[in-house]
């Protein structure tokens, strides 16, 4: 995912997955979301819906579903990132519940 910085080429690349639900999934984007969400978390809340790519940014949270319960229940690293991507997209408003 990373191998490819254009916005509209991840988002196809994770569009081509977004069926699919596998509990390594989340694991296996674990990079690229942390680099999305340190890019949102460095930004003014009101900057991060106009700078990070929404379509791109749903796909990658969608990624925390029940088939990721596991990593996220027995993996620290995991569930860090998890509650940094909530409290994130909270603060942006970007997120809604």
Same mark, same amino acid.
């Given at each position: ?15 081509? &997955? ?14 690229? &979301? ?23 940014? &749903?796909?990658? &949270? ?36």
């Amino acid at each position: 995912m990373n191998a490819y910085p254009s916005g509209s080429v991840q988002n196809a690349l994770l569009s081509s &997955i977004s069926a699919l639900s596998d509990r390594d999934k989340c694991q296996i984007l674990l990079p690229t &979301i942390r680099s999305l969400v340190e890019t949102a978390a460095s930004l003014p809340p009101a900057d991060v819906v106009a700078s990070v790519p929404e379509g791109l940014t &749903i796909r990658l &949270i969608s990624s925390f579903d029940a088939a990721a319960a596991d990593s996220l229940n027995n993996n620290g690293t995991m569930w860090a990132l998890f509650l940094q991507v909530v409290r994130t997209y909270l603060r942006s408003g970007m997120l809604y519940l």
